[in-house]
């Protein structure tokens, strides 16, 4: 197979400095690159580990701000090795769940949805084992 690893999913927001400190300052990724287009409005910011280099999500501002809550992407899942420690932790930061109580899987994976700031679809997920 060609394809080596999910390079990362572009989220459009509607406020640059709204998104980038949630994903940021709550979430805690790392803030690896911003960039603005040349002869545009267009400015891209990638956050992810910057540790490792990875980079997990790009926050795309200036274009149309009419996008749906939910699109093309469906939501973006996170892994946390103590989910019920992650929820207190946001849940202190205003951060708001789409659900009250955290699913799980037969298998022990867990997992619980929540929004960002423009209302993208987010998950934690730990997996069983973890």
Request: net charge negative.
């Amino acid at each position: 197979m060609a394809i080596k690893k999910l390079e990362h999913v572009g989220v459009m927001v509607n406020d640059l400095e709204t998104s980038i400190s949630f994903y940021r300052d709550i979430l805690g990724l790392d803030l690896i690159e911003h960039l603005q287009l040349e002869d545009s409005a267009i400015q891209l910011v990638f956050l992810g580990n910057k540790e490792t280099g990875q980079i997990f999500v790009e926050l795309v501002s200036g274009r149309n701000k009419n996008y749906p809550d939910e699109g093309k992407v469906n939501h973006i899942a996170f892994t946390v090795e103590n989910i019920e420690e992650e929820i207190e932790r946001l849940k202190s930061l205003k951060v708001i769940f789409t659900n009250t109580e955290i699913l799980s899987f037969k298998n022990g994976t867990k997992y619980i949805f929540f929004k960002g700031p423009d209302g993208e679809k987010l998950e934690l997920f730990q997996p069983s084992g973890l």
